[in-house]
């Protein structure tokens, strides 16, 4: 059992990874999808127990083909990787479950062996983005969930998802090559590519010229691939048009993988190295930050289709989340790790229930959904609580986070004020738009609600199982706001 | 006398971007794209790095020609004309980003410098450990393949999920033209003079291919060239003689097992390492001498490397013919 326990961090990406050629050699799309699921609860597995193990020891190293660091390639999980593990291999899961029941009206039977092998490989690349300690290991498994990231977008029924795709690939190819420039700079100037390595090595450099333009172009392009306000344009089509469980699945979890790359580099590599990174950092940041959660939440207060509504909601979200990162404390952090985990829990399942609503509402207009509630009670209370949760409604995760991100800002000086009244602001702007739909189901009537049927169990399950998270993280944050505080103090290098 | 040579390659490289940017016609472009990869090529080869120079002429300038003209063939030939505003920040942007690349060049160590911080740190490690626990002379080939064998694996999963991603999206039912319509449309047949020479070229190219893939401990190549060029030579074969003749050699079905089964060898001689008792992609635990392990691990990666990369290649080609438009 031991010596199972130590290729863990290996077995994390090498699972879905290796199952994914089997994935497309199934022709029956029912195995495909069972080897699919099976091999994504195998992750999720390995990532609760990786969890575990960090809890209790701190970090786990594993060296790739048993050559030593930083010669060959080497993996480390500490609290910020599982933390990130947790929600990419979780959602995974959920969405693949859901998607048993609603992959099959969106991709044509025949097709979907290929359409699980995508998704397998997008699972595996980002994990191996996670488990990584290495820099341009980062890039080859940023490329591998990328490209499947954009084959699973692809997928999507309306020929609308291709110029959305399009418009991610090449924004996405932009961010992908600009990280490989910036590593390009710091091996030139470092010559190691192990990410330790070049934090200690990188403090010999007296040339700052190349490494002031690497942390730059590294920002600039996770920035497009985390989509951070305005480098955002690709996200809310990509979203839309995607097939229903991919939306779950890529909301969750892509642009936050991109932002904990963002992270490790800014805090870990950057701030220690430049003259007042910090200072630079925050003044970039913090009014993007601004920008994103209200011009976020203002363009979701009026859109009117439910997906693209979400998504919009998302780009506030992420500005919520660099928000705590440009206070730069450990507060700050906190709160930023903690809503990267709480968000991802109420966006999925509020994707989930969209996805429910897709069964039998053609189009995901809030014009289409009037009076559905009594069709579809147990759907719509899901959209309803998980909503609760997106608003940050005491009780919820999403208020756990919120809290946490509220006191930090009120640490952080005369602007915290200010601050506080845009969190509380676009928080009212959350209410507005979740109300709106929960108004149309619950007390209008149309005549497509009146044929619609309530959503099949195994989209059911995985829909409340989502919702029960956000109060089960609402009411007791314990592990991820563990991971969340020792992952803030590892970042700003400092010990717990 | 090298410095003269790379200016000159920049140039003439500079030059063809221009024209690439330039031109409306796609054709051109692509074209233009093909003598960019091959300047590009020479470059590299230039700065000694054969193993690069290889893989950029064999993917960038053949593969790469190929598939985008047989995209060209199912969309217009010029492009249409984007707005002119837009042209201007496109510009601007790229300016900006060309001037900050220049300016990190200011305080980067001379070319070739040995002193340069990536001669001093893994460099002369790997070059020690290549001779100690691999033993074969090309140390690109053990960098790639054993120390960074990973990253090798990753890229192989990349050109693997390109492949699922061309055949995901092309291979739609429906949007497939029927046989008897797609047969003869890329096809060479009545031009005897392509048709001989094609013929004749064939054998060798697939010759050279193999050689590539089996020398690469020794010389540069190894697997992602050895795919290119065997793809290259059934494409040719395909375009002399038709795509369905290509396709009762190679079938379909043939071709995704190679795709899979390439990736899986590589993965499984990963898992292997660790059934043994050592880590993930160690290969010093395949033989009882650390040594010939690590050759063993490195030609059946390499072989893995080849299939997939040829499968993909190959699929992805016959996915673009198929959709043939008349």
Redesign the interface.
């Known amino acids: 059992m031991t010596a199972l326990q130590a290729?863990l961090p290996?077995l994390q990406v090498?699972v879905p990874?290796?199952s994914?050629?089997?994935a497309?050699?199934l022709r029956e799309h029912r195995l495909s999808w069972a080897l699919a699921t099976a091999a994504s609860l195998c992750a999720f597995a390995i990532a609760i127990s990786l969890t575990l193990s960090v809890i209790d020891t701190g970090g786990m190293r594993?060296?790739?083909?048993?050559?030593p660091a930083?010669?060959?390639?080497e993996l480390g999980v500490d609290a910020m990787s599982a933390l990130l593990l947790l929600i990419v291999t979780g959602a995974s899961s959920l969405a693949l479950i859901a998607g048993a029941s609603s992959l099959d009206r969106e991709i044509?039977v025949?097709?979907q062996p290929?359409?699980y092998?995508?998704w397998l490989?997008a699972l595996?690349g980002l994990c191996?983005i996670l488990v990584t300690a290495d820099a341009?290991?980062i890039f080859?498994?940023m490329?591998?969930s990328a490209?499947?990231s954009?084959?699973l977008v692809?997928?999507g029924p309306d020929r609308r998802a291709l110029p959305a795709v399009f418009k991610y690939l090449v924004m996405g190819t932009i961010g992908a090559t600009f990280y490989l420039?910036g590593v390009g700079?710091i091996?030139?100037?470092?010559?190691?590519l192990n990410l330790d390595d070049i934090v200690y090595?990188i403090g010999e450099?007296a040339?700052?010229?190349?490494i002031?333009?690497?942390a730059?172009?590294i920002s600039v392009g996770l920035a497009l691939k985390a989509a951070i306000f305005p480098l955002h344009v690709w996200l809310p089509n990509a979203y839309t048009f995607a097939p229903h469980v991919v939306t779950v699945f890529l909301a969750a979890c892509s642009t936050k993988v991109a932002l904990y790359v963002l992270l490790r580099f800014n805090f870990v590599v950057f701030k220690p190295y430049l003259e007042d990174h910090d200072l630079k950092f925050a003044i970039f940041l913090l009014p993007l930050s601004l920008l994103a959660i209200l011009v976020g939440s203002a363009v979701a207060m009026f859109e009117s289709n439910l997906k693209r509504m979400l998504a919009w909601s998302s780009v506030a979200q992420i500005g919520y989340i660099t928000l705590g990162a440009s206070l730069v404390s450990v507060a700050g952090l906190t709160a930023s790790l903690l809503h990267i985990f709480n968000h991802a829990l109420a966006k999925s399942a509020l994707f989930l229930a969209l996805a429910c609503l897709a069964i039998s509402v053609s189009k995901l207009r809030i014009e289409n959904i009037g009076g559905i509630a009594k069709r579809m009670p147990w759907t719509m209370a899901a959209f309803l609580l998980a909503g609760l949760s997106l608003i940050g409604v005491p009780g919820t995760a999403g208020f756990v986070s919120k809290w946490y991100l509220i006191t930090a800002t009120f640490d952080s000086g005369p602007l915290g004020i200010l601050l506080v009244a845009v969190i509380v602001v676009s928080s009212l702007m959350a209410v507005v738009y979740i109300w709106r739909v929960v108004e149309c189901a619950y007390f209008r009537e149309t005549d497509e609600a009146q044929s619609a049927r309530e959503a099949p169990l195994m989209l059911l399950l995985p829909t409340w199982a989502a919702v029960l998270l956000n109060f089960y993280f609402g009411l007791f944050p314990g592990v991820p706001l563990e991971l969340s505080s020792s992952a803030a103090t590892l970042l700003l290098g400092q010990t717990p | 006398m090298t410095i003269v040579f790379g200016v000159f390659l920049l140039t003439l490289m500079l030059i063809t971007a221009i024209a690439i940017v330039r031109t409306q016609n796609l054709f051109v472009a692509v074209m233009l794209s093909g003598i960019f990869s091959l300047l590009l090529a020479s470059n590299f080869f230039l700065l000694d790095a054969a193993d690069v120079a290889l893989t950029e002429a064999a993917v960038g300038a053949g593969i790469s020609t190929v598939l985008y003209l047989s995209a060209l063939a199912l969309s217009a030939e010029n492009e249409r004309a984007p707005y002119s505003s837009h042209r201007l920040i496109a510009l601007a942007v790229v300016s900006v980003t060309a001037l900050l690349v220049i300016y990190a060049t200011f305080d980067q160590p001379r070319v070739g410098d040995p002193a340069a911080p990536v001669h001093q740190h893994v460099a002369p490690w790997y070059l020690e450990m290549t001779r100690d626990a691999i033993d074969i002379p090309n140390v690109v080939t053990a960098v790639l393949s054993s120390f960074r064998g990973y990253d090798t694996l990753g890229e192989v999963f990349v050109v693997f999920t390109a492949g699922i991603g061309v055949l995901f999206l092309l291979d739609k039912p429906g949007a497939r033209h029927g046989g008897t319509q797609t047969v003869g449309r890329v096809r060479l047949r009545h031009y005897l003079i392509p048709r001989l020479v094609g013929r004749m070229l064939i054998p060798f190219i697939l010759l050279f291919g193999l050689y590539v893939q089996f020398h690469g401990e020794y010389g540069p190549g190894g697997g992602f060239q050895a795919g290119a060029l065997i793809a290259a030579s059934i494409i040719l074969y395909a375009l002399l003689e038709g795509e369905t003749r290509a396709l009762q050699a190679l079938p379909r079905r043939l071709l995704t097992l190679l795709i899979a089964s390439g990736a899986l060898l590589y993965g499984g001689v990963g898992v292997a390492g660790m059934l043994l008792g050592g880590n993930f992609l160690d290969y010093s635990v395949l033989a009882s001498d650390p040594v010939k392990g690590q050759q063993l691990g490195i030609i059946l990666i390499e072989a893995g490397v080849g299939i997939t990369v040829t499968g993909v290649l190959l699929s992805v080609f016959h996915a673009f013919a198929a959709r043939g438009r008349f």
Do not use: C, D, Q
């Open positions: 290729h290996a090498v990874m290796l994914a050629p089997l497309m050699l594993y060296l790739m083909g048993s050559w930083p010669f060959g390639i044509e025949e097709r290929l359409f092998a995508a490989l595996a191996g341009f290991n080859v498994f490329e591998i490209l499947a954009y084959v692809a997928g420039i700079l091996y030139l100037m470092t010559g190691t090595r450099v040339e700052v010229k190349p002031l333009i690497a730059g172009f």
